[in-house]
Structures are given as C-alpha cells and as structure tokens.
C-alpha cells in the first residue's frame, strides 16, 4: 500500500524542518529547510528538484516548463536513472516476449518510492532512505527480485548512494543513472574537468567511439556523450556564477554530459527555448561497457557527492 500524506507526516515529519505534502496528484514530496539547505525532494521518481545550500545559490535547474504529472518524468533536478539507461538496450526482444512498452532511462523516474527513514542531525543534514516499490511493474520489466535503495544525505553538501540488491537466483543485467541538471550562469564559459583520455560514446555522431584529447570540456554545440570506463572526479566550473561544483563519485564508471544546444531543445516540449543556456547536465552512471551484472545475492551500490566551492 503506497503511503498517505497523513501517515507520512505523522511518521517522519519534524516541526519547522521536514513536512510531506502532495501539491500535485500522485507526486507527493518532501519538503527540508534546515540550518544547512533548503530542498524538495519529490518520492515519485525520489526525484530532488531542489537543493540550495543555506547561504549559496540554488544548485539545481528545475525547467520551468517540466510537467508535474503522474505517468511523466519531471524535467531537470536529478532524475533517478533505473534499471537502464536512455533506451532499454534490449528492449526489442524484451517487449516483443512480454508485451511492455520499456519507458526511455527505466521506470525508477515515474514511480512513487517509499519512505523508510528520515533523520535530522544537529547540524541540520538531513538523511533520507527511500526505496523502490517490488511490484507488478517491476515483475513486468523484469526485476522481480531487485531491492534498490536510495539514501540522501543534503546539507551543505549532497550525497547520494543508490544500492541494488538481486534477490533472484539468477545473474541479471542492469543500468543506473544520476542525470543532474546543475544550474549554470553561462554555457559559454562552463568548463567540465575530469574526463581527459577518457573513450566516449558520441550519441551527436552515430555512438562513434572517440576520446577526450583536451583537459576541459567546454560547450560550444549540443553534446551526448556517454564516457565510458571512468570513475575519475569530476569538476564544473561556472565563472559567470562564480562557483566550482565538484562531482566524486563511487561505483561508478561511466560519465554522460549532456546539453542540448539550440539545436536539440525544439525536441523537447518541456524545455522553453533558451533553457540550454541555463544548465549542464554532468550524470553519474553505469551504462553501455558499465552496465552491471549482479549475481544471485549480491549488492551494488553507486554513490555520488556534490559540494560547491567559489571559483
Ligand atoms: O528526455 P530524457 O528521456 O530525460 O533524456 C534526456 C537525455 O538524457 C541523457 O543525457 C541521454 O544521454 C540523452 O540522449 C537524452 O536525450
């Protein structure tokens, strides 16, 4: 049984801090203002749309143009990539056998997850513990015997560990995915550090493989690139906010950077027409060469930690 507001609020609430509220049908959320940040965390999709540390600037593009609507994914925040990533790699012979229809980035993003904990530190960082629902969904797609957990450490800075466990008796294959959007200042002057000899998938040039030459990686057209065998830090540096935004992530070996340009944007009917010049998005994955197999009874998890300093 998904859980009511009511049940929520009487459950995990904290006076002045945490409260749970549903603004828009079937996309309850949490809302956190705390000594150390104020966020929205939506438990459909365990979607954050929000994160300002206290004192800094939002960290997050949310597009002003993002449906809020049950059965949708919400456009920008940090949208929860599972169990795989872009188009189902298999997904021909997989909906052929089932009769599915495999959503685009998995079905984690349109599913309203589970709050199991929720706690305040002194310090005001709050930890939260969603997990993903076992249900007739996810039977249908193929996970049956998946327990996928997300915790949520935010305050000043944000941590975020997905953890995957196979409770089936057979190996299965998966794909996960933290696709940030970061708020930036100026497209023009961000530059992304951490990718340098690095191979990546061009998904703007036929999925050619090429590698990373130069030490920044800046933006001067649209770009989809998947690096893949990568667990290196990652820094983007926005010089018109004047602030770095610094990326380390565990369990993690791909890259994918992504930023639609004027020339992708008209594809998209939940991105107003300049929302390009507005965000990067650097995502946290395992895909394509990455892709994880989990055997019978084992766990993986995949963390990612974001702190912001001035630049
Ligand atoms: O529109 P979405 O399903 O949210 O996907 C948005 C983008 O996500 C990733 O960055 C992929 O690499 C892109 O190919 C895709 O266009």
């Known amino acids: 049984?998904?859980?009511?507001?009511?049940?929520?609020?009487?459950?995990?609430?904290?006076?002045?801090?945490?409260?749970?509220?549903?603004?828009?049908?079937?996309?309850?959320?949490?809302?956190?203002?705390?000594?150390?940040?104020?966020?929205?965390?939506?438990?459909?999709?365990?979607?954050?749309?929000?994160?300002?540390?206290?004192?800094?600037?939002?960290?997050?593009?949310?597009?002003?143009k993002s449906p809020l609507t049950a059965g949708k994914p919400?456009?920008?925040?940090?949208?929860?990539?599972?169990?795989?990533?872009?188009?189902?790699?298999?997904?021909?012979?997989?909906d052929a056998a089932h009769g599915t229809t495999s959503p685009m980035h998995g079905f984690a993003r349109t599913t309203v997850w589970t709050v199991d904990r929720v706690h305040l530190d002194p310090t005001g960082e709050v930890e939260v513990t969603l997990s993903l629902p076992e249900d007739e969904q996810a039977k249908a797609f193929g996970f049956p015997d998946f327990h996928a957990t997300l915790e949520f450490r935010i305050g000043k800075e944000l941590h975020m560990t997905l953890s995957v466990t196979n409770r089936s008796k057979e190996a299965v294959p998966f794909e996960e995915g933290f696709h940030t959007y970061f708020a930036i200042g100026n497209i023009h002057a961000v530059r992304v550090l951490g990718l340098r000899g690095s191979t990546y998938i061009d998904k703007r040039d036929n999925l050619t493989r090429k590698v990373q030459r130069e030490t920044e990686l800046a933006f001067s057209r649209d770009v989809d690139q998947l690096h893949v065998n990568t667990s290196e830090p990652l820094i983007l540096q926005d010089p018109a906010n004047h602030r770095a935004i610094h990326i380390l992530k565990t369990g993690s070996h791909s890259t994918v950077v992504w930023n639609p340009w004027t020339v992708l944007t008209p594809n998209f009917p939940d991105l107003a027409e300049d929302s390009w010049e507005h965000f990067a998005c650097v995502e946290v994955v395992n895909a394509a060469d990455d892709r994880i197999t989990l055997e019978p009874g084992a766990t993986h998890g995949m963390a990612m930690a974001i702190s912001v300093t001035s630049l």
């Open 1 to 64: 049984m998904p859980q009511t507001i009511a049940e929520l609020n009487s459950k995990f609430a904290i006076r002045d801090h945490i409260t749970f509220t549903e603004d828009e049908p079937g996309l309850p959320k949490m809302r956190i203002a705390t000594a150390a940040s104020d966020a929205t965390l939506y438990l459909y999709g365990a979607h954050l749309t929000q994160w300002t540390p206290r004192g800094g600037n939002p960290v997050l593009y949310l597009s002003p």
């Open 74 to 94: 919400i456009r920008g925040g940090i949208p929860v990539l599972f169990p795989w990533f872009g188009p189902r790699w298999n997904a021909s012979e997989y």
